[in-house]
């Protein structure tokens, strides 16, 4: 038989073996093992917080990352990665994002995917950079929107591919301050297209690449039967990753889009702002038909999870190649931090300078 000190004492030590959980510290735990590298079929991790950017205002957001390979015993196979975000802001803003980008074995296939739903508040300037310019031409409306996008490439050679891709929209808009902005077009149009991509693909990491470049061309049509406006689309984007010294990565990013056609919709009219460039403008302030950017950027790793950037840009939207002028291109620069919220997943701050005032962002994953 026990004795009672002997069983107080046994108590006590149970009491100890399991203690409570600190949330504090069970979140510290995590946060420090989700830039672990795993071996995990599926990694994934979840983080949530405030978000903000120039367009959208202050925000709560949820972001889901995860990596996984469709053959593990493959070391050379590019991981995989899903990204599923989700906000919504004080102006009333609400979007979910999901984005992802599937190696096969052998890496003789990709298929990459991005699906968007948003209800936006948008302020609205008119179309053209003349327009953007003049405060006065502010105005408003009100977008709930769909679009998704995929496409498919095949290997012709090392680090080449090609394939088909299509593109689908939905946009109702409605709360127009002046409808007389869009020119007479549709409040609600559906855009269909399809087309073709050729890729040159060399780079580490698809999300943060340190070194390595990323060449696309994509020309789309979308056809008068399938669209309330038949045009034409052609893209181009050019990304290049350069070690400049330790800790430190030279990125650059050119981007072109142009649009063809007697009637293109204004739905689709190329915005500065977007896809991570022009940090700090309002998303859609300068619009038009064409678009030239680029941006280029130093990456600093500073200690353990933390890093900087410095960045300088310039962007020009025209309404053909004739209208181009060089007077009206738009300067951006800025600064950032990075925390590595994951293993090579990266959550950014930056605070970008424009010609009309400075904006910041924070978001997931690097801006290029």
Request: charged share 20%; net charge neutral; glycine share 8%.
């Amino acid at each position: 038989m026990s004795h009672p000190v002997e069983a107080d004492a046994a108590l006590q030590a149970d009491s100890t073996s399991t203690p409570r959980r600190n949330p504090v510290t069970w979140l510290m735990n995590y946060l420090e093992r989700a830039n672990k590298e795993s071996d995990k079929p599926f990694d994934c991790s979840l983080i949530l917080g405030p978000s903000y950017t120039s367009t959208y205002s202050f925000g709560f957001g949820a972001g889901l990352s995860g990596s996984y390979s469709w053959d593990r015993a493959d070391a050379t196979l590019p991981k995989s990665n899903v990204t599923l975000f989700a906000n919504v802001s004080v102006k009333g803003f609400a979007k979910v994002k999901l984005e992802g980008r599937n190696y096969m074995p052998h890496d003789l296939q990709r298929w990459d995917y991005e699906l968007n739903l948003e209800n936006l508040p948008f302020d609205f300037w008119g179309i053209g950079y003349d327009r953007g310019r003049r405060d006065e031409n502010k105005g408003s409306y009100h977008q709930v929107m769909v679009n998704f996008r995929p496409n498919y490439l095949f290997r012709l050679m090392p680090s080449l591919y090609v394939g088909p891709q299509a593109y689908f929209q939905f946009a109702h808009t409605y709360d127009f301050t002046d409808v007389s902005q869009i020119g007479g077009q549709h409040r609600d149009i559906t855009t269909v297209g399809l087309g073709a991509a050729v890729q040159y693909d060399s780079r580490d990491f698809a999300l943060n690449a340190f070194r390595g470049q990323f060449i696309k061309l994509e020309q789309m049509v979308f056809p008068r039967f399938a669209n309330h406006y038949d045009f034409l689309s052609t893209e181009f984007t050019f990304d290049t990753y350069h070690r400049v010294w330790k800790g430190c990565i030279l990125a650059a990013d050119l981007h072109a889009r142009m649009l063809y056609g007697n009637n293109v919709p204004w739905t689709m009219l190329a915005m500065v702002g977007q896809d991570g460039r022009m940090r700090g403008y309002y998303e859609g302030r300068y619009r038009d038909r064409d678009i030239v950017e680029a941006q280029v950027e130093l990456r600093q790793h500073v200690y353990r999870r933390l890093g900087c950037v410095v960045w300088g840009g310039v962007a020009n939207v025209f309404h053909d190649v004739d209208s181009f002028s060089a007077s009206q291109t738009l300067p951006n620069y800025g600064v950032g931090v990075r925390w590595e919220f994951k293993h090579r997943v990266n959550v950014r701050f930056d605070f970008g300078f424009t010609r009309d005032k400075p904006g910041m962002e924070f978001k997931l994953n690097e801006a290029f």
